[in-house]
Structures are given as structure tokens and as C-alpha cells.
């Protein structure tokens, strides 16, 4: 490195250790004042995932929210002033976020952090002036989704505004069904988006449980997603379309039934449901020989019919034991895996 | 121990035979690890102040898997953590950081390493049981969960943390542990993984934070095994580095959280441990010490760490034999923790 680049360095570090240390004098005095609001602005615009600045961040506007909440109760300031005041301080901060965010979108101390001035707007304000915040919110994270489209922290945080937005608190009521339209927009878009199926998995079980589904309406909801399914899989070396194959052959293992979205079938249609998805995988041999997936689903759904059935006759066994020779072929990294379960089975 | 990264990146030297049996440069880790504290004319030293406690736990924790548990001055160890409390009794990730319990566990593990709890003993720190309180006081006592801190954010990763250093205190009875292990058990999801939280899709790390939590409370008969065990080996790729989610690429610090979570399940022969350990052995700068995410990427003690302890959590020669669920040396649980798990 040039030595004009490190002398950047040594006059960088400099100025932003001489930073934290006026910032940190200030605290020790209790100085909790606008000024000080600057000093961590300064500090988190050069490092944001410093926690603990943002946490006197938050000291700061606690102190000027019971300030604002003083006058409004003991100096004549109005209901309207009042929440005024307390909106400004609010989307001012939002704003100062914005660009960290893009900046840093993995640091999640700035979600973190929105979260609270959200949090903080639910429980200072009216719904009705709470409540459009979150829903701007609710634009952002999707703008945030359709940019990274598996952010974990991204997903996570749009629940989060969801389960706000749904609450009480914010007059809100369920959104489970515009949730599952948003869920099937994102597949539609890239099919390999596990983050996508897996909340599907999730918003099903609560739709039809908000709506007191019956048996019927479930076994519909069932027989329309295993369709989607089954059309997504015209790409079969797609892992994140077998989990979620995976999660909805749940609903047919006597042992795991209870939890999924249809609790309740018969012993007689859990087994003419498997046999159906097995004759569907089965087909896929047909064009394709070398994607273990198929194997493995075909060894998943065979299993489950003997777990139903209590026992496996002689000629499923051999078939079985072609696929496992077959996926022991393709699938080296997973032998001891499938040594195992070859062991297991007495095959 | 700052997470300043490189200078070095990881990465088989050029004009080496690919085909060579790949070696571990246990001295330039060391020699690594012990220079990471003299860095201070990098910015990015003072940047990630905020994991200098976590930093101290990464590198101590590798040098001790290393076998060269004394490279780094006891005293001076102590004296830095003990310089890190806070009022609360919780430790902060350096002097005049606020408490976390992120920061409270690596000061517990620490002290674990270096024989010293019993300085929380003396004048002026309150004692085991202040340390034992702020962490109890994290925890929510209707969901069972834990908050990070006094700000309320909550995520199995802090409930994981909580069970590591009351269990390394032997303060597990401050915690409602019954309704801590009923949302764990919330957190499982059809594949037989966690989430962060009861709606959240499964994650690597995840499956170490709940599995090491149930296996900590004594309760790894919740874990469907052979489930949770075909997810976490399908993390495995042809390049022989394992990765956190469907779909996303390897990595030598989920190598370590699958790995380590197949292990606490009697898995570990489910995937390719040779292939897992020459990818990260690929992964060293051999040059200069320090393993990184993945060849090609630079260094840092975080992946260090990680890579050491899968390294020897697959029975590579030459290591101090890890704990999975502590991701501490096995011999010091074994003195802190008397019953057998
Ligand atoms: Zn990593």
C-alpha cells in the first residue's frame, strides 16, 4: 500500500476515535441532547453495527418523546401538536436510515432499529396515524424482497411488519390471504425460492385454520397446492421444490399429520394420495435418470406407504433397493447416509 | 482480538500439486491469531470494536484447539474481560459498550477457558450469581424466549446463548427452562430444521442454536433425527463446503454449525468428512495464517475458529478434540460441566 494511503488511514482513525470519545464524555455527563443525536448520526454513518450507539439513539428519543408527552400534560400543548411532534421526530429518523440501509442492507441493527421507531409509533399515536408508517414500511421491505429475493433478514423483517399491521394496536385484521398472493407472485417470478414456499407453508396453515376450514376445504387447499407443485417440478434437480414436496407429504405420515394442513384423512386416502404422487415421480424417470431427487422421493413415498400399511412386501423392497443402488451412484457426498438407511431397511 | 480481516486470503498456493495431500499451518495461525491485537493502524480495528469480546472467545478458542493454550497472557485476558462488565452485571463487547448477551456469553466461555470464573467472585463484580441474573432477566417468562438485551429483540440464537453460560455457571435454575424448550420446539419446521422464530424458514445456524439448546436441557429426544439429519446433509456441495439454506453457497462457518449439529445428532457420517475438510483446508491462507469463508476471500479469526473446530470435530491430527455444542475444547466442559451428557 502507497504510504499516503496509510497516513489516510492513521488521520481517518483519528478523527473517528476522537468522535467516539467526545461522544462517549457526553453520556458519562447524561447529556442526552440534539446535539448528541448528530454525534451518533456521525458515528453510525461510518459504522453501523455499532449496537451500542444506537441504543443511546434510542435514549435520546425516549427522553424527548416523555418531554413532548410533559408538555402535552402539564403545559397546554395539544392532542394534534403532540403527535405531531412525535410523527416528525419519527419519519426524520426513518429518512436518516434510508440511505445506511442501502448502503449496509445486512446490518441488521438498522432493521433493528426502524423496528423500534415503528414499535414506538404503535404504541405513542392514534392507529390512524400509526398505521400509514407500516404500511410505507410494508412498500419498502418489498422493494428490499424483490432486490434480494432469499434475504433471510429480509423475509423475517416483512413478517414482522405484517404481524404489526394485522394487530389490534393497529386496527388491523389478517392478511394471511394477500400474504399467500404475495408468496405465489414471488415463486412465479423465480421458482427455486425456498423463502417463497416455505412461507406458503406457513400462510396455509393459517388461512385455514382462520377460516375454520373443514376436511373438504382442506383437502382442496391440499390437492391445489400438490398441482402447483407438481408443475413446478418440470425442473427436478431444483432442491427447494422437493422440501416443499417434502412439507405437503407430511399430511400422510400418520406421525406427522396432526400438525399439517390436513390433519385428518383417512388411513384409505393418505395411501391412494402417495400412491398417486409416487406413479407422478415415477413418470419423471421417463426423461430423466440422473437427478437424485427423484430417486430419493420415490424411497420417501414407498417408505410412507409401508409406515401407513405396517410392513413392505418382498417386491417393493426390490424396488426399492434399485433406488438406493441407483442414488448411491448419484449421490457420493451422502453414502454413509444411505448405507445407513440400506442397513435399516435389511436390504 | 480485533475482526480486522486478512491481509491474506485463503487459498491453495499457486504451483502447488491440487492433488497433494492438503496440511494444516498450525504455527501461522498461531503466529495469525497472536498479531490480530497490533493491527490498531487499521480503521477496521476500531470499526469492529463491537465484537472485541466475541473476537477474544474466536481466537483463544483457536489457539486452545491449536494446543497452544497459553499464546496469549492470562492475566491479561482477565483483566480485558473483566474491564468489559457493565453495571447490570452483564459484559459489554468492550469497555463502555453496553451489556449484550451475545458479549455476556463470550466473557462466561472466556473465563470457562482460562479456569477463571472465580474472579467473578471478587470485589466489586457481584459474583457468579449477578452475571446469572442478567441473563435471566432476559429471558420473556410467558414465551420462554430471550431478548438480546434490554431493547427486546429475540432470536433462538440469544436463547441458545443464555443455556450455554448458565450451564457453564451451573445456574440453569434462574431460567424457566420447560418454556424455553417448548418454543424451540416451536421454532421446528417440516424438515425437520429451525427457524429464528416459530414462522421463520430452517437455517443452519439455527439448527445449532436449538439442537445445542435441547441437547444442553438435556432433550435431544424432541430432535427428529433422521429428518433434521437429511437436511443438514444436503448442505453439503460437490466443492466438499457445506452451506446454511437451499440453494446458497458453501461456507466454512455454516460447515461448522451443520456440522457440529449432525455431530450433536449422531449424524456426522451422513456427509463427506474428507471432502468437508479439504475444502476447508483450501481455505487457509498459507502464507500468512487464518482460514477464510471460502478460497479466494480473505481471512479473519471468525472463520478461524470455525474452521479449526470443524477440522477437529472430523477427527483431523494434530487438534484439541472440540465440543459441539459449546464449540469450546471438550476437556474444559468436561471440568465445568459434571454431568454427562
Ligand atoms: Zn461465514
Known amino acids: 500500500m502507497p504510504n499516503h494511503g496509510k497516513s489516510r488511514e492513521a488521520k481517518e482513525i483519528k478523527r473517528y476515535r476522537e468522535l467516539v470519545e467526545a461522544f462517549q464524555a457526553q453520556v458519562r455527563d447524561g447529556d442526552f441532547t440534539p446535539e448528541l443525536l448528530q454525534k451518533t448520526a456521525e458515528i453510525l454513518n461510518t459504522n453501523p453495527e455499532y449496537y451500542t450507539i444506537w441504543n443511546h439513539r434510542r435514549r435520546i428519543y425516549v427522553n424527548e418523546f416523555n418531554s413532548i408527552q410533559h408538555q402535552y400534560s402539564e403545559c397546554g400543548l395539544t392532542a394534534e401538536h403532540r403527535d405531531g411532534q412525535i410523527l416528525d421526530i419519527i419519519q426524520l429518523d426513518l429518512q436518516f436510515l434510508l440511505p445506511l440501509l442501502m448502503q449496509f442492507p445486512k446490518c441488521y441493527w438498522i432493521w433493528n432499529h426502524r423496528i423500534w421507531l415503528l414499535d414506538q409509533a404503535t404504541s405513542l399515536l392514534p392507529a390512524a396515524k400509526a398505521r400509514p408508517i407500516w404500511e410505507e414500511e410494508l412498500r419498502l421491505a418489498g422493494k428490499m424482497l424483490s432486490r434480494d429475493n432469499r434475504n433471510f433478514h429480509g423475509w423475517g423483517y416483512r413478517r414482522m411488519i405484517i404481524n404489526s399491521l394485522e394487530s389490534e394496536a393497529l386496527n388491523g385484521k389478517s392478511m394471511a390471504a394477500d400474504e399467500l398472493d404475495y408468496t405465489k407472485k414471488m415463486i412465479s417470478t423465480n421458482l427455486s425460492n425456498f423463502s417463497a414456499w416455505h412461507n406458503r407453508t406457513k400462510l396455509i396453515l393459517r388461512i385455514l385454520d382462520e377460516k375454520c376450514a373443514d376436511d373438504d376445504e382442506r383437502k382442496q387447499m391440499l390437492d391445489e397446492e400438490l398441482a402447483l407443485i407438481h408443475k413446478a417440478l418440470c425442473d427436478p434437480y431444483d432442491q427447494s421444490l422437493w422440501f416443499y414436496h417434502q412439507n405437503l407429504l407430511c399430511a400422510f405420515d400418520p406421525d406427522q399429520a396432526s400438525e399439517t394442513l390436513a390433519p385428518r384423512l383417512t388411513s384409505a386416502e393418505r395411501l391412494e394420495y402417495v400412491f398417486e404422487e409416487l406413479e407422478f415421480i415415477k413418470e419423471m424417470l421417463d426423461d430423466v435418470t440422473d437427478c437424485k431427487w427423484i430417486y430419493q422421493a420415490l424411497i420417501e413415498c414407498r417408505l410412507l406407504i409401508a409406515k401407513i400399511q405396517h410392513g413392505m412386501s418382498k417386491q417393493d423392497q426390490e424396488e426399492v433397493k434399485a433406488w438406493l443402488t441407483e442414488l448411491r451412484k448419484l449421490d457420493k457426498l451422502r453414502d454413509g447416509r444411505w448405507v445407513e438407511l440400506g442397513q435399516k431397511l435389511g436390504i | ?341
Open chain 2, 1 to 341: 482480538m480485533a475482526l480486522v480481516s486478512g491481509p491474506g486470503r485463503g487459498g491453495v498456493p499457486a504451483g502447488r500439486d491440487p492433488a497433494q495431500e492438503p496440511y494444516l499451518v498450525t504455527e501461522k495461525h498461531v503466529n495469525y491469531i497472536k498479531s490480530l491485537d497490533t493491527r490498531k493502524d487499521e480503521l477496521e480495528y476500531w470499526l469492529t470494536e463491537h465484537l472485541r469480546l466475541n473476537g477474544v472467545y474466536w481466537g483463544l478458542t483457536a489457539l486452545h484447539l491449536l494446543g497452544q493454550p497459553d499464546a496469549l497472557p492470562r492475566e491479561d485476558i482477565i483483566k480485558y474481560v473483566m474491564s468489559c462488565q457493565s453495571e447490570n452485571g452483564g459484559f459489554g463487547a468492550a469497555p463502555r459498550h453496553d451489556a449484550h448477551m451475545l458479549s455476556t456469553v463470550s466473557a462466561v466461555q472466556i473465563l470457562a477457558t482460562v479456569d477463571a470464573l472465580d474472579e467473578l467472585e471478587s470485589e466489586g463484580h457481584g459474583g457468579r450469581i449477578k452475571i446469572g441474573k442478567y441473563i435471566a432477566g432476559l429471558q420473556n417468562r410467558e414465551t420462554g424466549t430471550f431478548a438480546g438485551d434490554e431493547w427486546g429483540e429475540t432470536d433462538t440464537r440469544f436463547l441458545y446463548g443464555a443455556f450455554n453460560a448458565l450451564s457453564l455457571l451451573n445456574l440453569m435454575y434462574l431460567i424457566d427452562v420447560h418454556k424455553a424448550v417448548a418454543h424451540v420446539q416451536a421454532c421446528r419446521n417440516f424438515d425437520g430444521g429451525y427457524g429464528v422464530d416459530p414462522e421463520a424458514e430452517s437455517h443452519a445456524g439455527q439448527a445449532f442454536t436449538c439442537v445445542g439448546a435441547l441437547a444442553i436441557a438435556g432433550h435431544l429426544d424432541l430432535v427428529d433425527r433422521d429428518r433434521l439429519g437429511a437436511w443438514l446433509s444436503e448442505r453439503q456441495l460437490e466443492n466438499g463446503g457445506l452451506n446454511g439454506r437451499p440453494e446458497k453457497l458453501e461456507d466454512v462457518c455454516y460447515s461448522w454449525w451443520v456440522l457440529s449439529s449432525l455431530a450433536m445428532i449422531d449424524r456426522l457420517h451422513w456427509i463427506d468428512g474428507k471432502k468437508l475438510s479439504a475444502f476447508i483446508l483450501r481455505c487457509q491462507d498459507y502464507e500468512g495464517g487464518g482460514i477464510s469463508d471460502r478460497p479466494g476471500d480473505m481471512v479473519d479469526v471468525f472463520h478461524t475458529v470455525f474452521g479449526l473446530a470443524g477440522l477437529s470435530l472430523l477427527g483431523f491430527p494434530g487438534l484439541v478434540a472440540v465440543d459441539p455444542v459449546y464449540c469450546m475444547p471438550k476437556h474444559i466442559i468436561q471440568r465445568c460441566i459434571q454431568k454427562s451428557r
